[in-house]
């Protein structure tokens, strides 16, 4: 069964760290792109961040410069860092891979090229 199980979300103050993960199972995630979203209440889901198979990345503007994707495929996992959070960084987090090959013909942070999906983990920026 393909599966994507996001984790390491929480409450943390301005200026704060965290790591979020996303373990796949049921697929290799190194033969695919992955991305990671976020939806704030109110908004649309938006592009975060993005990583190839061949470990090209990706980045939307919110994240240039403070987050950092990356990949150990020896854990079948991809990291999405956090750095230098803001309040408006507050959202339920998502990670997605492109298994069908939407990202060929869609803009890598476009959530509609991703088919399958992780469940989500909160993400609160506040003091």
């Known amino acids: 069964q393909v599966q994507l199980v996001e984790s390491g979300g929480g409450l943390v103050q301005p200026g704060g760290s965290l790591r979020l993960s996303c373990t796949a199972s049921?697929?290799?995630?190194?033969?695919?792109?992955s991305g990671w979203f976020r939806q704030a209440p109110g908004k649309e889901r938006e592009g975060v961040a993005a990583?190839?198979?061949?470990?090209?990345?990706w980045y939307g503007d919110p994240a240039k410069g403070r987050f950092t994707i990356a990949r150990d495929n020896a854990k079948n996992t991809v990291y999405l860092q956090l750095n230098r959070l803001k309040p408006e960084d507050t959202a339920v987090y998502y990670c997605a891979t492109d298994t069908r090959g939407g990202t060929w013909n869609r803009h890598i942070l476009d959530p509609t090229a991703y088919d399958n999906w992780g469940q989500g983990t909160q993400v609160t920026v506040s003091s």
């Open positions: 990583i190839t198979g061949s470990d090209g990345t």
């Open positions: 049921g697929f290799t995630l190194d033969s695919h792109t």
